[in-house]
């Protein structure tokens, strides 16, 4: 998935949960990003459990 605004470009991936912000490049934590493909994109209540870092 694409999220774009008028400032950056972001990319999330739906089958591994990533994306290329800086947030989440660096914390390795969901971003506002995949907060958005898993509601609106993919039509989940909550956010499955792969989406959270093993690290955490």
């Known amino acids: 998935w694409k999220i774009s605004s ?3 470009s972001h990319t999330v ?3 591994d949960w990533t994306c ?3 947030f989440y490049s660096s914390t ?3 971003c506002k990003h995949i ?3 898993a509601q609106n994109g993919q039509r989940f209540d909550f956010l499955p459990p792969s ?3 093993q690290r955490w």
Do not use: E, K
Request: aromatic share 6%; net charge negative.
């Open 51 to 53: 989406v959270v870092h």
């Open 13 to 15: 991936n739906d089958l």
């Open 28 to 30: 390795n934590l969901p």
């Open 20 to 22: 290329t912000c800086n």
């Open 6 to 8: 008028a400032w950056s």
């Open 35 to 37: 907060m958005l493909i």
